[in-house]
């Protein structure tokens, strides 16, 4: 069956610019995470969702960070006016709850 | 603040033999211990859980243990194969939250 997708896989933008990072969850899926994983280190915690609910945001670095997810099933993770630091593999992970966490493949940021 | 401390950082075992990673927490409040299997150009993918109503838990070559007094679980894989080679990650919930925290990950290769 089809797993966690997202896209774009690769996006590469200049420092200024705002992105928009997307996932698709598994069907039915009523939990959904986002995560940032720096070359060589573990998934770092974003934000949570349960179901189109924002229930945790505290890992959100700062207020250029946001997620939505308006009808409990895709999410968008915005960065805007991004900056060279916010480099990184973002990943977004899907469950039918809150354990046994399905990891998408990841969008590769390059921040020029 | 909360923290999870993964060892050792990378590890080589021959075909064949066992190998076991540890990871310390520090909130005695943790219930929920799973750890993951990434490999190259993918994204985690959950290998094997704990609760912390438990002390062990295997499924075929692969175990976890969890000591609540000293704070600190472990990931046994026994008769190791090279498609072991991978990066592992351990990860702690964190209580009251939806939050998981990660280790920084252990890359484990098995030489044929």
């Known amino acids: 069956g089809a797993g966690v997708s997202q896209s774009p896989r690769y996006k590469v933008t200049k420092r200024g610019q705002d992105v928009a990072l997307r996932c698709d969850p598994i069907s039915g899926h009523v939990s959904l995470y986002w995560y940032r994983q720096a070359l060589g280190q573990g998934p770092e915690f974003l934000t949570y969702f349960n179901y189109e609910a924002q229930q945790d945001k505290s890992g959100l670095p700062n207020d250029r960070f946001s997620a939505e997810r308006p009808e409990g099933s895709i999410s968008t993770l915005t960065i805007q006016r991004t900056e060279q630091r916010d480099s990184a593999m973002y990943r977004c992970?899907?469950?039918?709850?809150?354990?046994?966490?399905?990891f998408g493949p990841g969008t590769r940021l390059t921040v020029l | 603040g909360e923290n999870v401390e993964q060892h050792p950082s990378t590890l080589s075992v021959q075909e064949g033999d066992s190998a076991v990673i540890k990871c310390t927490y520090s909130d005695s409040a943790s219930n929920y211990f799973p750890w993951y299997k990434q490999e190259l150009g993918k994204g985690p993918q959950l290998i094997i859980d704990?609760?912390?109503?438990?002390g062990e838990k295997k499924d075929q070559r692969i175990a976890v243990t969890l000591n609540k007094t000293a704070k600190h679980f472990s990931l046994h894989i026994t008769e190791t194969q090279p498609e072991d080679s991978a990066v592992y990650f351990c990860a702690q919930l964190s209580p009251g939250t939806y939050k998981y925290i990660f280790g920084t990950g252990t890359r484990l290769k098995v030489l044929a």
């Open positions: 704990i609760r912390s109503n438990v």
């Open positions: 992970a899907s469950s039918p709850y809150t354990d046994t966490q399905y």
